[in-house]
């Protein structure tokens, strides 16, 4: 059995890679996927399972505890491992640090629908959020649209943000904490939010039109990064579309009648399977990045093709 690490992880993975591995995977079939969550708001146990006809299975497992984020030092709210199952033997194969396998599968489903569904011209990004999945959807819209000239960061805790904005600053990125949301929502071409927020953090009146929203944090039936006046006025995307009208973000515009289950256009498989979608430029896009285990378990296999079996340690 490997067992990959944070750093094997990181050393093994490129955006192209990991946006080529995505899109390669949704030409295919669809996979058998579910997800569950014991607990409440302030601890939880996550899992998500998945049968991938042709790749193998995979499952995820995480222990959430935001209480975390308060402790001297801070530690991870989030542990979590993945664990990949072989498409012949049906053994268990290889072990993953979950959280990095995260960052990299989460930033790439909600840029993968990006190259479809922002305008090609976006020059400012807004980023919600401090966490490891922030930083890399940052790192992600830069890379494919690297026409941004001004990169927004924002969380509740500015002080938080100040490691990623000394990295972007010296890599020659324009980028600044903003402490005024509203105002930083109303200049945004794109709008990435990875929160664990129960309020709106984002709100519809102030989005303007050819805005492109990506809503990423939310997981819970409860959590909500935005409000009901942007789906008033977007078209809506998802990922999948179970796991996504589970999303508090997808629920609770349902229930007050803003959308129906109608109002999804399309799914990441068919955004990847059809060229026939155009946005216009005044269009305001929402995709729901509701995750899916399928893209755990691709990021995962293209790790192991990259690294090759001898880089693991065996057990």
Known sequence: MKIVS?????????????????????QGPRPQIDDYYLGDTEYGLFSRGVILPGVGAGVKIASIFPANLQAEPPRPAEQAAFVVIDERTKAISAIFDGPAITAWKTAGDSVLAARRLSREDSAVLLVLGAGPVARALTEAYLHIRP????????NR?????????????KRGIDARIVTDLDSAVARADIITSATAAATPCVKGRLVRKGTHVDLVGGYRADMQEADQDLFAVARLF???????????DLQIPLRAGIISENSIEADL???????????????????????????????????????????????
């Not at 026409?147 to 924002?154: A, C, K, M, T």
């Open 157 to 169: 805790t500015a002080a938080r943000l100040q490691p990623v904005l000394e990295d972007l600053c």
């Open 147 to 154: 026409g941004i000239g001004e990169v927004l960061l924002w």
């Open 6 to 26: 944070a750093d094997q992880i990181h050393a093994a993975l490129d955006w192209q890679g990991v946006l080529d591995a995505l899109h390669q995977v949704h």
């Open 269 to 315: 498989f068919e955004l990847c399977q059809s060229s026939s979608w155009r946005r216009q430029a005044s269009d305001i896009t929402v995709y729901k990045n509701a995750g899916g285990a399928h893209l755990d378990l691709t990021v995962c296999q293209q790790v192991l093709r990259q690294l090759g079996a001898g880089s693991f340690p065996q057990r």
């Open 238 to 248: 998802v990922d999948d579309r179970p796991s996504a009208l589970n999303s508090g």
